[in-house]
């Protein structure tokens, strides 16, 4: 059974940094690309980021260009998103998503979901 | 960025009866497009991807169709566990866009 299980989110200050991570188990980890989506409150799903099934190609929205980095460890099945000059309007679940193939794709499992929230 | 847009934004309906949801996109796609569920405090949940393919698990109820710039998704008759907020999403481009969402509820 395919489980992707994020931690590391949590309440930070406008300007900080956070680092999500999301432990996959249940497939082969190295064939999939991944991404992350994120949910603010009330509102609709938006793709932050996505990475190959190597990591060696990464992918961002505008809205997170420049200021969160994607990057995944084959040998620990693990994904993760750094989040740096963190803002209010970040504030949302952040899930964890398998495509449904190498990268760039759809997402056919999907984690629970880690809230970040951005606040003084 | 390609835009997809969502029609409509909420659709009033009772079970059995049939839903039928529209994502148009700004520019072609050709069939590169998915439907997802959400239920409150819930994941999503894959529905149909390429436009037309059920994905693992999902009811023969639930359909897709289009291509180019104009995609349905279609529930023939809906259940009680159908309401919920339906998600377009294409893959044509980076980067990866979601429509805004139909919600579909109980009249």
């Known amino acids: 059974e395919v489980q992707l299980l994020e931690s590391g989110g949590g309440l930070v200050q406008p300007g900080g940094s956070l680092r999500l991570s999301c432990a996959a188990s249940?497939?082969?980890?190295?064939?999939?690309?991944m991404s992350w989506v994120r949910q603010a409150p009330g509102k609709g799903l938006e793709w932050v980021s996505g990475i190959s099934h190597t990591g060696s190609a990464t992918y961002y929205a505008d809205s997170a260009k420049g200021r969160f980095t994607i990057s995944r460890d084959n040998s620990k099945n693990t994904l993760y998103l750094q989040m740096n000059s963190l803002r209010a309007e970040d504030t949302a679940i952040y899930y964890c998503?398998?495509?449904?193939?190498?990268?760039?794709?759809?997402?056919?499992?999907w984690g629970q979901g880690a809230l970040v929230t951005v606040s003084s | 960025e390609i835009v997809l847009t969502q029609s409509p934004a909420t659709l009033s309906l009772s079970p059995g009866e049939r839903a039928t949801l529209s994502c148009r996109a700004s520019q072609s796609i050709r069939r590169y497009l998915a439907w997802y569920q959400q239920k409150p405090g819930q994941a999503p949940r894959l529905l149909i991807y390429d436009a037309s393919s059920r994905a693992t698990g999902i009811p023969a109820r639930f359909s897709g169709s289009g291509s180019g710039t104009d995609f349905t998704l279609t529930i023939s008759s809906l259940e009680p566990e159908d309401f919920a907020v339906y998600y377009c999403?294409?893959?044509?481009?980076?980067?990866?866009?979601f429509g805004p969402g139909s919600k579909v509820d109980i009249k």
């Open positions: 998503a398998k495509d449904l193939g190498a990268t760039g794709s759809y997402w056919g499992h």
């Open positions: 249940g497939f082969s980890f190295s064939t999939y690309g």
């Open positions: 999403q294409q893959r044509s481009d980076w980067p990866l866009t």
